[in-house]
């Protein structure tokens, strides 16, 4: 006897098996194609009137594009989705536009390195190219692996660091601080990676609790370039520190 037959068990049409490798494509493909998030993010209309939701803003601190998404992306980006899709749930107005940090070290490295290119000989303008190359090719990757997070937004109109108009905005607003007495210049000392050969910021730095003694050293300067004109050469020294 078949005694599944003898049970009142519930009716669904959920199949046994979740199959989601199969399926999780499938929903992400309806989702883009039946264009769910502009449907949930879209101001309702009543006798053709639209309704004044109140709006709830979440500015995307952007990932760089340096490379496939790791689980520190992952976390990150799924966190913020998770409030958007929440707060757009709740009655607000909750557009979110991702975004990518598009500049700096990080992409410069990685992108030279995979070409083979040596950046202390190489010229300027063919180092920007590459780096530009090299992080539209990661903007689209990682795009379509957030994506496949399931996280929504307005991916068709990303905010991008390398676009004219926002390098445009930055110098206009460094401008400004120009012109408002922001900036000076002057001598600081800072950290130096010889091997990225760049300097390095407070936050990179990093630090170990190992016993050591630390050593200053003098140099004497023979030639100061013409930089220190009220002190005298003998009296003028460069101070290192090492352990």
Not at 107 to 118: P, Q, T, W
Not at 168 to 194: H, N, S, T
Request: contains cysteine; hydrophobic residues 35%.
């Amino acid at each position: 006897m078949d005694y599944n037959k003898t049970l009142n068990l519930p009716k669904t049409e959920f199949p046994m098996r979740a199959g989601l490798a199969k399926k999780e494509p499938q929903i992400l493909e309806n989702w883009e194609k039946n264009r769910v998030w502009e449907e949930l993010i879209r101001k309702p209309l009543i006798n053709g009137e639209k309704i004044n939701k109140p709006t709830y803003l979440l500015h995307d601190g952007p990932p760089y594009a340096n490379g496939s998404i790791h689980i520190g992306t992952a976390m990150n980006k799924i966190l913020k989705d998770i409030i958007v899709k929440s707060k757009n749930m709740n009655g607000y107005y909750s557009y979110y536009v991702p975004g990518w940090d598009t500049h700096g070290l990080p992409i410069e490295l990685i992108a030279l390195k995979s070409e083979g290119v040596d950046p202390t000989n190489a010229d300027p303008v063919l180092i920007r190219k590459l780096c530009l190359k090299f992080a539209k090719e990661n903007v689209e990757k990682q795009k379509e692996q957030f994506k496949r997070l399931g996280c929504w937004g307005d991916w068709d109109n990303p905010y991008l660091t390398f676009k004219p108009e926002y390098e445009a905005r930055q110098i206009e607003i460094f401008g400004q601080m120009a012109l408002d007495g922001y900036l000076y210049k002057g001598f600081k000392p800072v950290y130096w990676c010889p091997d990225c050969v760049t300097a390095l910021a407070e936050a990179e730095i990093e630090y170990e609790n190992d016993p050591c003694t630390s050593i200053y050293v003098k140099f004497n300067i023979t030639d100061d370039k013409g930089k220190f004109k009220d002190i005298p050469l003998e009296n003028a020294y460069a101070v290192i520190w090492t352990t």
